[in-house]
């Protein structure tokens, strides 16, 4: 059976306005910037309490001749933007991204049920339903809340005016990782891990953990020992930067935001600072529900180097080259 191009466009908006009937009428517009054959669909992803949005490109020879084009545009974190006006929890993000493997997938996906309806009919609703469970199966499901301190509660402080390991307690981490500010993770593939206080402001609390390395595979080895802990690994940030002295001197180094713009790089030039080698920091934020602008760069630096000061990282470090130079320069004169 032969379609005409009316067919095609009856068709077209028949699928349109089933889309709208099923997951509301402001979850399909038409994409102003695009062109009138295209669409913006925001798809509800039940089965992990996410939207994807996606613009959808309809040519005129489809559903007869061609599928249907799409672009992926993002995805949004239902559960956690639901959470956000929520007081007394943090409602961590989850990192909702398309792989190029995930891409390819869904894309054969839509040109395999386009292809296997021998092109009599409209395919969209059938690839969103399935799309659903595919990023199910792919993606993180919802993360539970992190319960902040109460503020009725006092909370007790050391030395340097930051919270101590009781007043980390009051995040309620039912498994603890990190406990009176110590060691609590060594394994023979993993070097021991210290964790220093937290520091708090406006509920949004920071907590720097720090371990000596000597390779790439030790950095791996430390990040993934710590995501083993589901409260640091449910954390809206974990910022993470390290410097290791190479045998012919040279310094290998590197640094990770999570999220947090710019965060990595300046966690990295604090490292530089203070010249210190072989020691990598993650510096763990969660996310209070206030923004704190510059301030929280700040917080971020003073956790890793309190951890550093507090560690014993910062003494006795092996010198680099920069600074054996500088010191022959001054013996010199």
């Known amino acids: 059976m032969e379609f005409s ?30 062109g009138h054959s295209s669409y913006l669909l925001h798809v509800p992803l039940d089965c992990i309490e996410a939207q994807a949005d996606i613009r959808f490109h309809l040519p005129a020879t489809y559903p007869s001749d061609d599928p249907p084009i799409f672009e992926w545009i993002g995805a949004i974190d239902l559960k956690a933007k639901r959470g ?22 869904i894309e054969q996906e839509l040109h395999r049920m386009w292809d296997e309806d021998m092109c009599r009919d409209v395919v969209v609703f059938s690839w969103v339903a399935w799309l659903d469970e595919y990023l199910s199966e792919h993606w993180p499901q919802p993360l539970d809340p992190i319960a902040l301190p109460k503020e009725a509660e006092p909370k007790s402080t050391n030395n340097t005016g930051a919270p101590d390991a009781q007043a980390v307690n009051d995040i309620d981490f039912s498994k603890p990782l990190v406990v009176d500010s110590h060691v609590v993770i060594s394994a023979s593939s993993v070097p021991e891990i210290y964790t220093g206080a937290a520091l708090e402001m406006k509920k949004s609390i920071f907590i720097a953990h720090v371990a000596r390395v000597k390779s790439a595979e030790d950095v791996q ?44 790089k300046r966690l990295g030039h604090l490292l530089q600072l203070l010249e210190v080698v ?16 510059p301030d929280r760069f700040k917080l971020i630096n003073n956790a890793a180097r309190q951890a550093l000061e507090t560690g014993g990282f910062i003494s006795n470090q092996p010198k680099t080259s920069a600074t054996q130079s500088k010191q022959r320069a001054s013996n010199s004169r």
């Open 221 to 264: 080895n430390v990040h993934d020992a710590l995501l083993q802990d589901r409260k640091i690994a449910q954390a809206t940030h974990n910022i993470l930067a390290y410097r290791i002295q190479l045998e012919n001197g040279s310094i290998s180094q590197d640094n990770d935001d999570d999220g947090e713009t710019a965060a990595g």
């Open 84 to 105: 956000e006006q929520t007081p007394g929890y943090i409602y961590p993000t989850r990192q909702l991204a398309l792989s190029a493997s995930m891409h390819s997938n």
């Open 5 to 34: 191009s009316d067919d095609n466009r009856q068709r077209q908006q028949d699928e349109i306005t089933a889309l709208q009937a099923i997951f509301g009428d402001s979850s399909v517009e038409l994409d102003q910037t695009a």
């Open 278 to 293: 072989n020691v990598m920091v993650v510096v763990t934020r969660w996310y209070g529900g206030t923004h704190l602008g």
